[in-house]
T-cell receptor
Framework: AQTVTQSQPEMSVQEAETVTLSCTYD???????LFWYKQPPSRQMILVIR??????QNATENRFSVNFQKAAKSFSLKISDSQLGDAAMYFC???????????FGPGTSLSVIP | SQTIHQWPATLVQPVGSPLSLECTVE??????LYWYRQAAGRGLQLLFY??????ISSEVPQNLSASRPQDRQFILSSKKLLLSDSGFYLC???????????FGSGTRLTVV
């Protein structure tokens, strides 16, 4: 069964600095999708970034980028120029292609220090 | 535009009482719909998903049930709530499973 692990329950970063959140996953599939979701204090889940496993190029969305290492089954999220609004719980997620369920990791709580 | 609505936002119910949470999607047809539960300080647990009217798949055997009476409506129910049913319930839909989910704003359920 596929699993998603986030080994950092809590992280903190100084405002304007860069932080990297770690995620590893376990799968025997060669084609799949990976996601990072953000859950701010309002608890609204927001899709931050998405990566297709068959694409070697790392996805980027403004200040958010990923480091996708397929062989290592690693999918880290880098947040550059951290802002106070980035403070949230971040969830790494996996989805097997053509299979509709998304599996979420346990989450990393990110604090941004002014 | 496509939107997802979930209500109520907050609910306090006594043990043994029934439950009905509703989720509707607008601006699309035949969406895949999902119910997740998030216990305090924990990750998301998939409860049910539906790929069409009347089609419900259960992921975890428990005190809850789900129904999809209409194409864009997904209901989470319980006949008798337990204390352990407390949590934050999220409805989600996907226009295309490969693009991930769009979530509703969630329902905070407290069973007392």
């Amino acid at each position: 069964a596929q699993t998603v692990t986030q080994s950092q329950p809590e992280m903190s970063v100084q405002e304007a600095e860069t932080v990297t959140l770690s995620c590893t996953y376990d799968t025997s599939e060669s084609d799949y999708y990976l996601f990072w979701y953000k859950q701010p204090p309002s608890r609204q889940m927001i899709l931050v970034i998405r990566q297709e496993a068959y694409k070697q190029q790392n996805a980027t969305e403004n200040r958010f980028s990923v480091n996708f290492q397929k062989a290592a089954k690693s999918f880290s999220l880098k947040i550059s120029d951290s802002q106070l609004g980035d403070a949230a719980m971040y969830f790494c997620a996996y989805m097997k292609t053509s299979y509709d369920k998304v599996i979420f990791g346990p989450g990393t709580s990110l604090s941004v220090i002014p | 535009s496509q939107t997802i609505h979930q209500w109520p936002a907050t609910l306090v119910q006594p043990v043994g009482s029934p439950l009905s949470l509703e989720c509707t999607v607008e601006g699309t047809s035949n969406p895949n719909l999902y119910w997740y539960r998030q216990a305090a300080g924990r990750g998301l647990q998939l409860l049910f998903y539906s790929v069409g009217i009347g089609q419900i798949s259960s992921e975890v055997p428990q005190n809850l049930s789900a129904s999809r009476p209409q194409d864009r409506q997904f209901i989470l129910s319980s006949k008798k709530l337990l204390l352990s049913d407390s949590g934050f319930y999220l409805c989600a839909w996907s226009p295309n499973p490969n693009y991930g989910y769009t979530f509703g704003s969630g329902t905070r359920l407290t069973v007392v």
